[in-house]
């Protein structure tokens, strides 16, 4: 008992005549320690630590390679990411829900075929990425503020104005304005939000390429998706935008002026180790104007 008597007075508690044995054991009177099944010792708590420490976190440079179809053809991507993280990739040392890139791009090599219209370059840049990022503040939770999300980059997109139209490269500015909410259950005692999320963006976006009809196209929408933390290394997103795009009158008379184009998309990544991941890419254009309306991908993703 002289051993109980030291740890009781170390964390703070005085014999009295009121206060026993049985009464040091309650959580409501001991909220910092508890006591063993012997009832010798005075034990610390287990306490759970978020998983934001930064020195768990994937290191912030990408590189990635991947091997695709994007409708008759197969291509090789080779990309850099020079810094942050995507929603996808691992989340442990980030902020709950991080997902904010930086100054990315990415080369597709196509294997074609010259015997077959409609067919793309052999080397193409399908991407480049000044700064793109979405930040989920869910309703349902104690972190206030709105989610929104904006993008600055040039990529490539389906001309969907035309009969057979093709993917062009497109200066492109993005605004999302919206609601999250988090679902599931949180990790007790962290102060984590529940792991799993939900969105739904108001989207407007401006884009301008030479090679489009008009060279320029506005578009506003809606994307709505989903974001799942099916274990530790595996997470999957699901999400459909829907937007509606303005090319201005034509003369042509095979030429749309506006259109919907709605566009599926599904990803799914699993780390091997904090610096690689293997991830699959999949989407869809459901335009019935574009020459290739799927596009899926498999690609290493390693961390430097």
């Known amino acids: 008992m ?14 009295s005549a009121k206060q026993t044995i049985n009464e040091v054991k309650s959580a409501q009177l001991n909220t910092v320690s508890s006591m063993s099944a012997d009832g010798q010792t005075l034990l610390q708590p287990n306490i759970a630590v978020s998983d934001n420490n930064p020195i768990d976190r994937h290191p912030l440079q990408l590189a990635h390679m991947g091997l695709g179809q994007r409708g008759d053809n197969n291509y090789i991507d080779l990309g850099l990411r020079a810094g942050y993280h995507d929603i996808l990739d691992r989340p442990s040392g980030f902020p709950q829900f991080f997902d904010l890139e930086g100054a990315s791009a990415t080369l597709r090599l196509y294997d074609t075929d010259n015997d077959t ?4 370059n052999s080397v193409v840049l399908q991407n480049v990425t000044l700064i793109r990022g979405r930040s989920f503040n869910p309703v349902n939770s104690a972190k206030k503020g709105k989610t929104w999300g904006a993008s600055i980059e040039a990529t490539r997109v389906n001309d969907g104005s035309q009969q057979d139209g093709r993917d062009h490269l497109v200066g492109s500015l993005g605004y999302e304005s919206g609601w999250s909410w988090a679902f599931g259950t949180p990790r007790t005692g962290t102060g ?11 989207s407007s976006t401006a884009q301008a390429g030479r090679s489009i ?16 933390q099916i274990n530790n290394q595996l997470r999957a997103q699901a999400e459909l935008q829907l937007p509606y795009w303005y090319h201005g009158s034509s003369d042509e008379s095979n030429a749309r002026g506006h259109y919907w184009q709605p566009i599926s998309t599904l990803g799914l990544q699993y780390d091997i180790d904090k610096k690689q991941a293997l991830r699959i890419n999949a989407n869809y254009d459901w335009q019935d104007r574009v020459d290739a309306n799927e596009d899926i991908q498999l690609s290493y993703r390693r961390y430097f």
């Open 192 to 202: 984590e939000m529940p792991p799993q999320l939900c969105y739904t963006f108001l």
């Open 213 to 228: 009809n008009k060279g320029f196209r506005v578009g506003a929408g809606v994307n709505a998706g989903c974001r799942y």
């Open 2 to 15: 002289n051993k109980v008597k030291e740890q009781r007075e170390q964390f703070g508690y005085h014999n």
């Open 117 to 120: 219209a409609n067919q793309p």
